[in-house]
């Protein structure tokens, strides 16, 4: 008994702490300012533009004459995924945000000059659908400070493909290129017209002119000298940045504190963050330059954002005293020396000049660095025991108007801040979704609300109590299950369908990747020969990996003939029964509601949905891993083990082996969790059908490793083959091994944070709960497999264990609703009700922060700009479809092609050609057969040439020569010097289109 209530105390404490957490978090980035802060930057007069043909590439051009020195340059940017800029011919910056029109902020003070200069964006499409548009803005001061800015307008060119002049010599962002033959860009509208993700960095120290001066030393034999400065703060700085130039090396210190050292001399201004170490009242700054020559020069400018918003500028000028004899700026020290600082010019001042701007890293020591975390903790014990102490008075205060002991009154009471705790969880992960401003969300109202909530919830609990019914009214008797029991089921169809009909839509927008035309090779030997193989030149190559997939893929071919479509219909069925077998497995383990809840999540998950839209392995080995791992709890889930489900569980391995053979590191999992689950039962040690379903596996396993070897004896392949990532290696000791990937690629990828904070947040329960100690000792052991034993890390290769991680978290989510229920079941039924609206409000909760219907918490992830592949919806891969298919529409007889992946050129073309390949950086194949010796492509067996001579004698035979490059960097990642500037020379881009490139030497036209 006491045990049970010191739990149930436990549980009503873990709640309020947990409410407590999500307020310090809260209240953090209100108190202490935020750190990922975004922009709103400075449009007015601009347009969006893009290019007349609308393809997925947009190159813009804008000519401007300057007339005047430029003292002040720089750019706001706003584009559709991604934007390169350029000025005069030099890459200035690029910027990428997939799935978004991310904004940025650029100095070009360097790039831009007197007299004519050309502002070229380069922008690329990776999402779909819809054009490649920019916004920009391009401001400048002269040396007199007039302003002056360049907006996006028709008055801009563009083209829909990279071009050059001169033989590849002038290209098109260069001030020699003539753009008087590209079109003029349409307008598509004002700044507002499309939503505009905010720049991450501040405006306020780039777009303004500099307005401070060149000081030094009275003194002008001294060669080092410190310069300080006080500033007064009336509320907490919420921003500050301090920007430094000077002729030799300097040191800076804010409030004594150094935060930088720098070389200097560099006509830069090197801009610095120090809003975490100003403070309201008294600051110092204190920067000390040394140089080799007499009389250091200094410059400062720089500004602080108090909270309210109130912005306080501040610059060098003859306010700041200089003490010299190079005293170290970290020192505190303020002696009789001090002096004002002597100007010795105004920007841009010769001989000092423009200077160019640039963030640097500040150096916290590490005592600025504890003290923030110190800070943030005080903060959530301050807030925790505030709350805890009106948990216990509210505790008190239930217990004696309702009669309940303490322990349960404290449980209640723990339990009513669920309600306030699902509204700040939903006001955190506003925070992270791309559509919405921290700023807007990060309000007191808010904070505010989820108090309110807490106390009106309270409230609804002790009135009934304070004044009871005159009459007690009668309970209705319970419904029995009966036919309730085909609800689950009728749910279930429900979520199949709805999965389903999310997997077709748009099921062949994406063209084949080339995995995917591999496995429609193989499929398609399959259907000649009635055995998986492909051609590669004279050498008949059966397929030995991914054995099972193309007899998958065949079956809707059969039915429907060979298309994009169909061969992706078998992933689709993979898909859609995988929600069923995830409902089977929540079930076995758990209960009905966890297997519908995990099914749910099963099937709306973006990268769930993703993979069962592509024919390659993944989803069939999902698929047959859920289904194994289902077949094998059922086998050990009794004391004595079942046969039947362990040769089941068995013949499932196998296939899912043969899907891929990475499944074979799925052995380890299920051993520990079979050990896990029995515990200190080893009987099961004494099956014979365990051994010899093991056995069974290991044969399978062995069979298949020999077959692989036996069919690659007859030829012979350079280079690495990532087949053979099935067998285990020593990984952890290699250079390059990192033991953090698959936080990145699987717990912490955007639509996978949330159910790893609920599978953390069900640790304490794996003790109590067989089930779900199975799943967890399964999931972790095998991703510590995968990272320290496979060689290779993508998160394909992790993928099948994805309806885990979700079982995990619908189970944990369920059971704190169940224990939520349990408390309100001798309540009213109007309480009973909202315990049960809390309960499924955190489902809702799991639900919809794990797939993209209401949230895009693309900001979740560690890389939420440049995401993995097949992770985001609506991001195109590499599109081989378009490029294939342009090549074939103007193919004539004689005309060679070159391609990097000619199995997709003879998918979707139909045509064969040559590899080119002048520096080795993937498989080939030499043939001895035949007349002469040579080296063939991996993937059909087209001669592939590996030097510059062999490329320039074959293309001054044909008339014209095409080279399809997909993707796109495999021309310049596959050829040396000489033979990219043989292209350059020769060759001119004709298309481009998602990561792919078509480049044509017509000698006729």
């Not at 209530?5 to 809260?26: C, D, N």
């Not at 301050?382 to 322990?407: E, P, Q």
């Not at 068995?650 to 799925?666: C, I, P, V």
């Not at 944070?753 to 000792?777: C, D, Q």
Request: aromatic share 12%; proline share 6%.
């Amino acid at each position: 008994m006491e045990t049970h209530r010191g739990r149930s105390v436990l549980f009503g404490a873990a709640a309020v702490v947990a409410f407590a957490a999500l307020v310090a978090l809260f209240l953090w980035p209100i108190l202490f300012g935020s750190s990922s802060q975004r922009y709103a930057l400075d449009f007015e007069g601009a347009c969006w533009i893009t290019t007349v043909g609308q393809t997925p590439h947009g190159y813009f051009a804008k000519e401007i004459v300057v007339s005047d020195e430029v003292s002040r340059a720089w750019l706001n940017v706003a584009a559709s995924d991604s934007v390169e800029v350029y000025l005069n011919g030099s890459r200035m910056a690029s910027d990428t945000f997939v799935s978004l029109n991310g904004s940025a902020i650029h100095d070009l003070t360097r790039g831009i000059r007197p007299g004519r200069n050309v502002l070229g964006l380069h922008v690329e499409r990776r999402s779909f659908p819809g054009p490649p548009r920019v916004l920009a803005k391009l401001s400048y001061t002269d040396s007199s400070g007039c302003l002056f800015t360049v907006p996006t307008d028709s008055t801009w060119s563009s083209s829909s493909v990279e071009e050059t002049q001169a033989r590849g010599s002038i290209p098109w962002h260069s001030a020699s290129f003539d753009h008087s033959g590209w079109n003029r860009v349409v307008v598509e509208g004002p700044p507002s017209r499309f939503e505009i993700f905010g720049s991450p960095v501040s405006p306020h120290l780039l777009a303004e002119p500099i307005r401070a001066s060149w000081m030094g030393c009275p003194d002008p034999s001294v060669s080092a000298a410190s310069f300080s400065r006080s500033l007064l703060l009336n509320s907490r700085a919420t921003e500050a940045k301090i920007g430094v130039a000077s002729t030799g090396t300097f040191d800076v210190a804010v409030n004594d504190i150094l935060v930088a050292r720098n070389p200097g001399g560099d006509r830069t201004l090197h801009v610095y963050d120090v809003s975490a170490l100003l403070r309201p009242g008294a600051n110092s700054i204190r920067i000390g330059v040394a140089a080799s020559e007499p009389n250091p020069a200094l410059l400062v400018q720089g500004y602080i954002e108090e909270q309210g918003g109130s912005v306080r500028r501040f610059q060098s000028d003859p306010s700041w005293r200089v003490l010299p004899a190079g005293l170290d700026a970290g020192s505190p020290s303020n002696g009789p020396g001090d002096e004002r600082a002597l100007t010795l010019g105004v920007y841009p001042a010769q001989p000092w000049g423009v200077l160019a701007t640039e963030s640097d890293e500040i150096l916290l020591p590490l005592r600025a660095q504890l003290s923030r975390w110190v800070r943030l903790v005080l903060l959530f014990v301050f807030v925790a025991l505030d709350l805890l102490c009106v948990w216990l008075g509210v505790g008190l205060l239930l217990s004696k108007i309702t009669g309940r002991s303490l322990s349960k009154a404290l449980l209640l009471d723990g339990a009513l801040h669920v309600p306030a705790l699902v509204w700040m969880g939903c006001a955190h992960l506003l925070r992270f979704d791309v559509r919405f401003d921290p700023d807007r969300v990060l309000q007191p109202a808010v904070l505010l609300a989820s108090l309110a909530l807490l106390f009106l919830v309270r409230a609804l609990v002790v009135l009934p109590s304070l004044f009871p019914p005159v009459r007690e009214a009668s309970r209705r008797p319970e419904r029995r299950a009966g036919r309730g029991g085909a609800v689950p089921w009728i749910l279930l169809a429900l979520l199949m369908a709805a999965g389903l009909v999310l997997r077709l839509n748009g099921l062949d927008t994406m063209s084949l990747s080339h995995d995917e035309i591999s496995m429609v090779q193989n499929t398609q030997g399959l259907l000649q020969s009635g055995v998986p193989f492909k051609e590669i030149g004279p050498i008949r190559k059966p397929l030995t990996t991914y054995e099972v997939v193309p007899y998958s893929i065949s079956v809707p071919v059969l039915l429907f003939g060979l298309s994009d479509f169909s061969c992706r219909l078998h992933s689709v069925f993979w898909g859609t029964v995988q929600i069923g077998l995830l409902f089977l497995l929540g079930r076995a383990l758990f209960n009905r509601a966890t297997g519908l809840l995990a099914a749910a999540l099963q099937a709306f998950h973006p990268w769930c949905i993703l993979w069962s839209q592509n024919a390659f392995y993944p989803q069939m080995t999902q698929a047959l891993t859920t289904l194994t791992l289902l077949l094998f709890f059922k086998a050990v889930e009794p004391p004595s083990l079942r046969p039947k489900y362990l040769y089941g569980s068995a013949a499932a391995f196998g296939l899912t082996y043969l899907s891929w053979e990475g499944s074979g590191f799925l052995l380890v999992p299920l051993a520990l969790a079979l050990a896990s689950f029995k515990g200190t039962d080893f009987s099961w040690m004494r099956s014979k059908h365990l051994w010899g379903s093991l056995g069974a596996v290991c044969l399978v396993v062995l069979l298949q490793m020999a077959r692989r070897t036996f069919y690659q004896a007859p030829y012979l392949a350079l280079g690495g083959r990532i087949a053979e990532i099935g067998l285990p290696s020593l990984f952890f000791l290699d250079p390059m091994y990192d033991p953090y990937v698959y936080l990145r690629l699987f717990f912490f990828m955007e639509n996978n944070f949330v159910p790893t904070l609920v599978l953390l947040a069900g640790t304490p329960f794996i003790l109590n709960s067989k089930p779900l100690r199975f799943l967890f000792v399964f999931l972790a052991t095998h991703m510590f497999v995968m990272t320290n034993f496979l060689s290779v890390a993508s998160n394909r290769y992790v993928y099948p264990v994805e309806p885990f991680l979700l079982l995990i978290a619908a189970a944990v989510c369920l059971h704190y609703g169940g224990r939520l229920k349990a408390l309100f079941s001798e309540t009213s039924g109007d309480l009973r009700m909202a315990a049960g609206l809390c309960s499924l409000s955190l489902c809702l909760l799991l639900f919809f922060a794990s797939n993209t219907t209401v949230f895009k918490l693309y900001l979740l992830s560690m890389s939420p700009f440049s995401p993995p592949t097949l992770v985001r919806q609506n991001v195109c891969w590499i599109d081989y479809r378009s490029a294939c298919t342009y090549v074939k529409s103007l193919y004539q007889e004689g005309d060679v092609v070159f391609s990097a992946m000619p199995h997709a050129t003879l998918y979707y073309a139909g045509i064969r050609g040559y590899g080119l390949m002048t520096l080795p950086g993937k498989t080939m194949v030499y043939r001895t057969e035949g007349p002469t010796p040579l080296f063939m492509d991996k993937y059909v067996g087209d001669p592939l040439l590996t030097s510059f001579a062999e490329f320039r004698n074959l293309t001054a035979l044909a008339r014209r020569v095409w080279i399809l490059a997909a993707p796109s960097s495999s021309v310049a990642g596959l050829n040396d010097e000489e033979t990219l500037r043989y292209i350059s020379e020769h060759f001119r881009m004709v298309f481009e289109g998602y990561n792919t490139r078509v480049y044509l030497w017509d000698k006729g036209g």
